[in-house]
């Protein structure tokens, strides 16, 4: 009877040592977002400030970053919170090359989607293609053509490339064919479509995008189509978006004077966080943004492409264990 008594005891003081461990303490943290002014700092800025609100033990500070170097910096603990792009992270994850030369081993994720983007190849109507295999077959037939394409450094042009690989086209194979292509920024991508010193472009933007619909304005456009197997290649190798969400496809309508659907390779943001910020950190910012829905999708337009019941598969890297916990204890995640 007494040995039950202490074994009782015992249980007891192990619980409450579990909890004690488990209790929220002050903490700052630092966000990494994107350039000052721009769509991520202000998207991290509304969010962080939903955090402090529900949670004033939490306070959150945003630092300008970007798309390449936060989920680097997050994993080095140079900051606790970052905006990540799902194919560039896990690209960042394991090292990849041509953006990374070292694995980033302690990046994890809270969750997504947090805004999607989608691969735009832009084509002059009067080349008649529509399709991108058609514009792979264009060059490998050795015939030139001139493309706008991303600027290096960015994490926009690898995957363009990745995509063009899928179809057997590199840019070496342009030149080749006695084609050219431009390194530009998007200002500069209009001006070359618009004076006609490139016939396509290959953008990386949401939709709609203005600069696509700038393009659309000057010129009878289409958009190139990829292929199922494309989007699936990407997915499966890259972490980008899958066909079973809906949202790899541009609608039509979506520019002016043309109206049909393209299917697209798609890419989205998730919420990327160190894996040694602690659990019970974590899994009070999960439960903040699951359970305020109505105030994070007010808070940014990006923000309502979130859905709790499956943010935990939209990530490319491992899910933190306090995010896990709490979808766990809610149900979504078996």
């Not at 977002?33 to 939903?50: C, E, F, I, K, T």
């Not at 940014?300 to 204890?329: I, M, S």
Request: hydrophobic share 45%.
């Amino acid at each position: 009877m007494r040995l039950s008594r202490i074994a009782v005891v015992v249980v007891l003081v192990l619980s409450l040592g579990v909890v004690l461990a488990q209790e929220l303490k002050p903490v700052t943290l630092t966000w990494i977002a994107g350039g000052v002014g721009g769509g991520w700092y202000a998207q991290a800025g509304a969010v962080a400030a939903l955090i402090n609100a529900k949670e004033p033990k939490i306070s959150i500070k945003v630092i300008p970053g970007g798309g390449v170097v936060n989920p680097v910096r997050v994993s080095m603990g140079d900051a606790d919170l970052g905006w990540g792009i799902t194919f560039v992270d896990k690209m960042a994850l394991e090292g990849t090359p041509p953006l990374y030369e070292k694995p980033s081993p302690k990046v994890r994720s809270i969750g997504g989607y947090f805004g999607y983007y989608q691969i735009h190849f832009v084509a002059d109507a009067a080349k008649g293609l529509s399709t991108v295999q058609e514009l792979a077959d264009l060059i490998k037939s050795g015939k030139p053509v001139r493309v706008a394409i991303p600027m290096k450094g960015t994490s926009d042009l690898p995957i363009v490339q990745e995509i063009l690989r899928f179809y057997n086209v590199t840019l070496d194979d342009i030149k080749k064919a006695g084609g050219e292509y431009f390194h530009a920024v998007y200002a500069d991508m209009i001006s070359l479509y618009k004076d006609r010193h490139v016939d396509f472009v290959i953008t990386h933007l949401s939709i709609p995008a203005a600069a696509v619909t700038e393009m659309f304005s000057s010129r009878k456009s289409v958009l190139l189509a990829v292929s199922d197997e494309c989007i699936d290649y990407m997915h499966n190798k890259f972490g980008t978006v899958g066909r079973e969400t809906g949202l790899c496809l541009i609608p039509a309508n979506t520019y002016p004077g043309f109206d049909k659907d393209v299917p697209a390779v798609t890419t989205a943001g998730e919420l990327l966080v160190n894996a040694d910020v602690p659990e019970i950190v974590v899994y009070t910012i999960t439960k903040i943004l699951c359970e305020n829905l109505e105030e994070l999708y007010q808070a940014h337009p990006a923000n309502k492409t979130f859905v709790p019941e499956v943010a935990w598969q939209h990530v490319a890297v491992p899910l933190h264990p306090g995010a896990e916990r709490y979808y766990r204890e809610k149900g979504y995640m078996k």
